[in-house]
């Protein structure tokens, strides 16, 4: 296939975040390559964000813009699976609603594509990730091992300069990831089991399987992740969905080589996080999240895609 000059779709999956969007979109607008188009998956209760986007759009008239308001579009894999309806474009790239590209993304991207032809799908980098404890990144390589082993963290640090190397790995983060669209006829999303949190390890851990060491971190690519406080889970909330996740993620591989071992040392691991927050916090909330995501993990049936 030549990749000397691709069509590229970019993607945001968008709810509730009228405030966020136009950010995004018109950093997508100001880009030193321009994707060929843009598709919106609008989950949002109102049409708020429609209405900004409308007014962004009366100024910019040089890409395609598909923009599809749906609520009964039921969560984040979903509005991806749903977009690909719509993308015409050889690769497709997807972003969070909440972020801010530097002016050369789509550019680094597709350079990544054309200087690495067996790349089937690559991940960006934030330029601004939260701000974790001393020693998350020590903690979380010790817990993360087997079929969790995730080399992303750590990497994200690696945003300064230009012509970086790429960087080989099994899993992409989502938000800022791009992918030859000939992967999606090859490997589906899984919109049956709930993945959120998970999700984008969940499908680019399989698409590495039918791909192997043919996706990469692109740290030329970096953008920002203004982390929006709409739509997102604090302390309980949040540990029982990211505990039911891992169990998930695990019986979808509990054949793989130590996959035993690596879900029971990362639940060992997720306790020690959740007893962490629930200090730094003042409350129960955390751990009590934690038990109940064992339990829910444990008690969900799979569905297998």
């Known amino acids: 296939m030549n990749i000397t000059r691709q069509r590229i779709t970019a993607v945001i999956p968008t709810k509730n975040r009228p405030l966020d969007l136009p ?84 550019e680094q991207i597709e350079k990544g594509f054309i200087g690495e032809p067996k790349m089937v799908g690559c991940c960006g980098v934030i330029t601004n990730p939260p701000s974790y404890p001393r020693g998350y990144k020590f903690f979380f390589h010790v ?12 990497n994200f640090d690696k945003c300064v300069g230009s012509n970086n190397a790429l960087i080989i790995s099994d899993k992409l983060s989502g938000g800022v990831s791009a992918w030859k669209k000939e992967v999606f006829l090859q490997v589906k999303f899984d ?28 740290s030329n690519a970096r953008l920002a992740h203004n982390c929006s406080p709409v739509n997102r889970q604090i ?29 029971v040392w990362l639940l060992i691991g997720a306790l020690f996080e959740a007893i962490f927050q629930s200090a730094m916090n003042k409350s129960m909330l955390p751990v009590l999240g934690y038990f109940k995501g064992i339990r829910i993990g444990i008690s969900k049936k799979l569905v297998n895609i």
């Open 235 to 263: 302390l309980g909330p949040r540990q029982t969905r990211k505990v039911t996740e891992f169990i998930l993620y695990y019986k979808k591989r509990k054949f793989y080589p130590w996959a035993h071992l690596s879900i």
């Open 23 to 106: 950010h995004a979109v018109t950093s997508i607008l100001s880009q030193s390559r321009i994707p060929d188009e843009l598709v919106i998956i609008d989950q949002s209760d109102d049409s708020q964000s429609k209405g900004a986007i409308d007014s962004v759009w009366l100024e910019h008239s040089l890409i395609k813009l598909i923009y599809i308001h749906d609520t009964t579009i039921t969560g984040l894999v979903d509005a991806k699976r749903y977009a690909l309806s719509y993308a015409t474009g050889d690769i497709v790239c997807f972003l969070e609603d909440d972020v801010v590209l530097e002016n050369d993304y789509i």
């Open 143 to 154: 817990f993360h091992r087997g079929i969790f082993r995730d080399k992303r963290v750590g």
């Open 191 to 218: 919109v049956e089991n709930d993945f959120f949190m998970l999700e984008d390890m969940e499908f680019s851990t399989r698409v590495n399987e039918k791909y192997p060491s043919q996706l990469y971190i692109n």
